[in-house]
């Protein structure tokens, strides 16, 4: 058992008190939140995929590494994730949506997505929120408990 776990939640523990911590279905630390899964809202129609709104805030990295100087009021870190290079348009009854998804850096699941900056004012990815898909994650507590989550259907699907 690899300790990146302990390494990106001391790093923040000193700017919040409680974090909760989730991992992808292949146990690889993904996110470091003040925030409770169970308890986010998700994505309202027409979007269909039913996606947990991660707060506006939140810090992304590509590695076990969580700088979070010079970020303050970011309250969520995903690590070892990756963005994919290339937005994919997604097709609503009201229009279109350019997303970026975010793949697990070891075992390449897409757990999450976030808009295309076209679809901002700003640039700064960290004003945007996260949308992570439901079933995804895993919370560190459950892993250890060895309660598995059933693999969603989306996770067998090329995108
Ligand atoms: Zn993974």
Request: one cysteine or more.
């Given at each position: 058992?690899?300790?990146?776990?302990?390494?990106?939640?001391?790093?923040?523990?000193?700017?919040?008190?409680q974090l909760q911590?989730?991992?992808?279905?292949?146990?690889?630390?993904?996110?470091?939140?003040?925030?409770?899964?169970?308890?986010?809202?998700?994505?309202?129609?027409?979007?269909?995929?039913?996606?947990?709104?991660?707060?506006?805030?939140?810090?992304?990295?590509?590695?076990?590494?969580?700088?979070?100087?010079?970020?303050?009021?970011?309250?969520?870190?995903?690590?070892?994730?990756?963005?994919?290079?290339?937005?994919?348009?997604?097709?609503?009854?009201?229009?279109?949506?350019?997303?970026?998804?975010?793949?697990?850096?070891?075992?390449?699941?897409?757990?999450?997505?976030?808009?295309?900056?076209?679809?901002?004012?700003?640039?700064?990815?960290?004003?945007?929120?996260?949308?992570?898909?439901?079933?995804?994650?895993?919370?560190?507590?459950?892993?250890?408990?060895?309660?598995?989550?059933?693999?969603?259907?989306?996770?067998?699907?090329?995108?």
């Open positions: 058992m690899n300790e990146p776990d302990k390494h990106a939640a001391s790093s923040i523990s000193a700017l919040h008190g911590t989730y991992h992808c279905l292949c146990s690889t630390l993904i996110l470091t939140t003040s925030h409770n899964l169970d308890e986010l809202s998700s994505r309202a129609e027409p979007v269909q995929d039913g996606a947990l709104i991660l707060p506006l805030g939140a810090h992304l990295s590509t590695s076990d590494f969580v700088d979070t100087d010079g970020h303050t009021g970011v309250d969520s870190v995903m690590s070892n994730v990756v963005p994919d290079r290339k937005a994919v348009i997604i097709r609503r009854e009201d229009g279109f949506e350019k997303r970026i998804m975010f793949r697990c850096s070891r075992c390449k699941l897409v757990l999450g997505y976030q808009l295309d900056e076209s679809h901002f004012e700003t640039s700064q990815p960290v004003s945007r929120p996260i949308y992570l898909l439901p079933g995804g994650l895993i919370g560190t507590e459950k892993m250890i408990k060895g309660e598995r989550p059933e693999m969603p259907p989306w996770a067998g699907q090329t995108v």
